[in-house]
């Protein structure tokens, strides 16, 4: 019996961003909101967070998602 219901299901569909990657194709340039580098977003983003500001809130000011400030506080904590 080879009917498509005892097939195993993929998991998930293809990830876009490694398809690209592989290719060697750019892809959307990283956040910075109101300033002018990244370095200055993520340091502005760990100087909140620092000071006890929530993710939300830390976006809401500086006008970019709350994922993005959870990278950024990320990526600032790496190159510490």
């Known amino acids: 019996m080879n009917s498509s ?4 299901m993929k998991k998930g569909r293809p990830r876009i961003h490694k398809i690209r990657e592989k290719l060697g194709l750019p892809g959307r340039p990283k956040a910075t909101g109101i300033f002018e580098t990244r370095a200055e977003f993520e340091a502005a983003c760990l100087d909140k967070h620092n ?3 929530s993710l939300r809130r830390i976006g809401a000011r500086l006008g970019s998602c709350y ?3 959870k990278r950024a ?3 600032a904590k790496k190159n510490c």
């Open 73 to 75: 506080i990320s990526d």
């Open 51 to 53: 000071q006890g500001w």
């Open 67 to 69: 994922l993005t400030v």
């Open 5 to 8: 219901s005892t097939l195993p």
